[in-house]
């Protein structure tokens, strides 16, 4: 994700391509064949039968020469385009589910396990303009508590910006952005806690993250940014 989104709007372009087309070939054989007006339409780009058309060949182009699909020209048809491993290795897709079920029935080691944990994006992202909407650092960090919201038995979630760095390549920018869009936009909630554990220590916060359930039922709106953003810590 963090390779994707470098480069800008078209980084942005990618990375909704790319998971659009996973919600759309996740059965096999795991392909797509739609025109980029089709792509540039899905994502709400501005001029889909032009400008918009060509900022999506130029993500698939992308995405083809970082293996994560491979495409096939189709002389007077859209190309087929095929996804391939999320690692971008060029090995052939496979949904992450059953690979995490197979590799669990044959007692794989935690590290094999950890590769194929997966999170749901609901249909809803798409059909109520989420995907559309929201803007690529807050893409990013709603993919971001997702995976920590897995793994999570804690109603509240938070990360170190370090951490995020770390684990994410999630500049401190990006985090601060995404989160602050997704708290206007009412997909999650944010709290400020002490993180003293002394009474004698110098009292200082963090914010905490939860998601709303219903949020997604909405169709997507961002609000206007109020005079003041929540810092991040």
């Known amino acids: 994700m ?15 391509t790319y998971l659009s087309m996973i919600w759309l070939a996740a059965n096999p054989p795991h392909d797509v064949q739609y025109p980029a007006r089709a792509w540039a339409t899905l994502l709400d780009l501005p001029d ?23 495409v096939e020209m189709q002389p007077g048809h859209p190309n087929r385009v095929t996804l391939l491993n999320e690692l971008g290795d060029g090995r052939r897709y496979r949904v992450p589910g ?23 994006i609901p249909p809803t992202f798409w059909t109520n303009g989420w995907m559309a909407t929201l803007s690529a650092a807050a893409l990013a960090m709603y993919m971001v508590l997702l995976v920590e919201d897995s793994g999570s038995t804690k109603d509240e979630l938070w990360f170190s910006p370090n951490e995020a760095q770390k684990r994410y390549a999630i500049s401190d920018d990006t985090r601060s ?13 944010v709290q400020r806690r002490p993180i003293a ?7 200082r916060f963090r914010n905490t993250y939860s998601f709303l359930p219903d949020a997604l039922q909405s169709v997507a709106r961002i609000p206007e940014k109020p005079s003041e953003e929540l810092a991040d810590f």
Request: aromatic share 6%.
């Open 177 to 189: 952005k995404g989160l602050n869009e997704l708290r206007r936009a009412g997909v999650i909630t």
């Open 48 to 70: 889909p039968e032009g400008r918009g058309a060509r900022r999506v060949n130029e993500a698939i182009g992308w995405l083809e020469s970082h293996a994560f699909v491979g």
């Open 2 to 16: 963090g390779e994707m989104l470098r480069g800008g709007r078209g980084g942005q372009v990618r990375l909704k």
């Open 197 to 203: 554990s002394d009474v004698f220590d110098v009292m």
């Open 98 to 120: 059953d690979a995490y079920n197979r590799a669990q029935s044959r007692e794989a080691d935690p590290e094999v396990l950890a590769r194929h944990r997966y999170v749901r």
